[in-house]
């Protein structure tokens, strides 16, 4: 440390520059602080209001911010004074934000000089610079991960697979159906208006017929379009990648209008078809899929049980959807695919709830995930058979898969 004289000639330095020119009762603050520090003592904000600014002895700091004002005012005219005049000394007088006692370290110069004529906006700028920096190498990062995965992802399907070069070798046109929810519209009496609704117990329209004869205080029609159900969308952006790797296009058409009515089947025919959704919207495809020794119920709104009687082992298996804990559920969902009458291929994506929907065409539709499945059920694309029956359980959420379990696998012959 310096002797007593070195703190006083930088004292005069300061007081002398034009920072503190005319500020009189500033020098007076700063020249007190200064012989506080010499003296070995650090003052008070209390003492400082009384013995500076004539406080009276009821001066309280937490309603008077006199002390505190002044001292802002203070550090700003000190920092001017090493921004300017003062760049070049070798030591610099501070007092540290939040307390009275003065220090004297080395002076940085320039580079202290720099930063403190920073304004405002120049702030408000670097941090831009810097936000917008970190971003870009955020975002650059992150692409380079993505691209990966999202070459993955994309892969297309080999033209080889099992499941689906059969499919598409007959060059037969595809129909993509989705099991839809019959859209209703009311008459609102009160209101004197419409609205949309489904109702969910109402799967054809014969079930909409005996309601509207049970009910005929509401003013029932049927829309000639339907709901589609929330996992749709995910369910076209999947299978999209299957027609993209094939060079196909599909006619697409929704179960409450195309086959909503038995004479409707017909349709079908020499078409392969894809249906993708749940079991209560199949409605005229039921009669395609009976020839499985299959049956499902619903036991709630949303999922049931399925029963398969095995004709290997003559036995009769039932799988079923529970609730489990930390709000999981067991959601189940099926794969089969099905000889048509001729050459045409029918394929069925069927769940209860909507992950075992979203994650069953999700299972087929991606390279990687139909690689997965091979390897699961201990298969290889050269023995897998074309026609076959599976069984996939989902540990899941209310709307997402977190887990698949391959229950059941069974091969179809044909006829």
């Not at 003296?39 to 904000?45: A, H, L, N, V, Y």
């Not at 004539?54 to 309280?60: C, T």
């Not at 499941?163 to 004197?192: M, Q, V």
Request: charge should be neutral; include cysteine; aromatic fraction near 14%.
């Amino acid at each position: 440390m310096q002797d007593n004289a070195t703190p006083r000639a930088i004292l005069e330095k300061i007081l002398n520059s034009s920072a503190f020119d005319r500020t009189d009762k500033y020098s007076a603050l700063l020249t007190y602080l200064v012989e506080c520090a010499l003296c070995g003592k650090i003052p008070k904000e209390y003492t400082i209001a009384v013995d500076i600014f004539e406080k009276d002895k009821d001066f309280n700091p937490a309603v008077d911010t006199t002390v505190r004002y002044h001292m802002y005012h203070l550090r700003k005219k000190i920092n001017d004074y090493y921004n300017n005049e003062g760049r070049h000394d070798k030591l610099r007088l501070m007092i540290p934000k939040g307390h009275y006692e003065v220090k004297f370290i080395p002076n940085r110069g320039d580079r202290v000089r720099f930063w403190h004529k920073l304004k405002g906006w120049d702030w408000v700028l670097i941090s831009a610079i810097l936000l917008f920096g970190s971003l870009a190498l955020l975002f650059y990062l992150r692409y380079q991960s993505f691209s990966r995965v999202a070459r993955t992802m994309n892969r297309p399907i080999a033209q080889d697979d099992p499941i689906w070069s059969s499919f598409f070798d007959n060059k037969l046109p595809t129909l993509l159906i989705i099991g839809d929810h019959l859209l209703i519209r009311e008459y609102d009496i009160d209101a004197r208006s419409f609205r949309e609704e489904y109702i969910y117990s109402l799967i054809t329209v014969e079930d909409l017929q005996d309601f509207a004869q049970k009910h005929p205080q509401r003013l029932l029609e049927k829309l000639d379009h339907g709901s589609l159900p929330h996992n749709s969308i995910f369910n076209l952006h999947c299978i999209e990648h299957v027609f993209y790797s094939f060079n196909q296009t599909p006619s697409i058409q929704f179960t409450s209008e195309y086959l909503a009515r038995p004479t409707d089947l017909p349709k079908i025919i020499d078409r392969n078809l894809i249906y993708m959704g749940g079991f209560n919207e199949l409605r005229q495809l039921n009669q395609i899929l009976s020839i499985l020794p299959l049956a499902y119920r619903y036991t709630d709104t949303y999922r049931g049980y399925i029963i398969f009687q095995d004709p290997q082992a003559d036995t009769t298996l039932t799988f079923q959807c529970n609730k489990l804990e930390n709000e999981r559920y067991i959601d189940l969902g099926i794969v089969a695919k099905i000889p048509g009458s001729n050459m045409e291929n029918y394929l069925f994506l069927i769940g209860f709830a909507y992950p075992a929907q979203i994650e069953i065409v999700r299972m087929v539709s991606r390279a990687e995930m139909l690689t997965k499945l091979y390897k699961q059920l201990g298969v290889t694309k050269h023995n897998f058979p074309r026609y076959f029956f599976l069984v996939v359980e989902f540990i899941s959420s209310e709307y997402t898969a977190q887990d698949i379990n391959i229950k059941y696998f069974h091969s179809i012959p044909k006829k």
